[in-house]
C-alpha cells in the first residue's frame, strides 16, 4: 500500500504510528484476553525497513510517545524508561519521493499571485 501510495502521490508525506513486532504480541494478547476478534498484521523492527520498499521512501522523522514526559500519561509514562518499550509504538513521517518538478506554467502562476 505504502508503494501504491508513492506511485500515486508522489512527493507526499506519510505519518504513521507504527509498531515493533513485540508491541504487535503484547496488542494481539490483550486483544484475545478482552474478547476482540481484531488482530495486529503489521509490524516493523527498524522504521527504516520501510525504505527499502521502493526507491524514494525516506524516512525524515522519528518518535516516540515516550520522548518528552507528559504527567497525564500517569503509569504508562513509565515505559518511556525502558528502551525495549519506549520506541515499542512510535510515530514516523516518510517522503514518498521527491516532488514533481514544476512547469514553467506553473512558475509563472505562482509569480503572478
Not at 516516540?64 to 509504538?89: C, H, K, V
Request: aromatic residues 8%; hydrophobic residues 40%.
Amino acid at each position: 500500500m505504502i508503494v501504491a501510495l508513492r506511485r500515486r502521490f508522489l512527493g507526499a508525506e506519510l505519518v504513521t504510528d507504527v509498531c515493533t513486532p513485540l508491541a504487535a504480541r503484547l496488542d494481539n494478547l490483550h486483544l484475545l484476553v478482552t474478547g476482540s476478534k481484531a488482530r495486529m498484521r503489521w509490524a516493523v523492527r527498524d522504521p527504516r525497513e520501510l525504505e527499502a520498499w521502493g526507491p524514494g521512501i525516506r524516512l525524515v522523522e522519528s518518535f516516540s510517545y515516550f520522548d518528552d514526559p507528559e504527567p497525564r500519561m500517569g503509569l504508562p509514562s513509565w515505559f518511556g524508561r525502558f528502551p525495549l518499550l519506549n520506541r515499542a509504538t512510535s510515530i514516523q513521517r516518510y517522503q514518498l519521493g521527491a516532488r514533481p518538478a514544476a512547469s514553467s506554467r506553473d512558475e509563472v502562476r505562482r509569480s503572478t499571485l
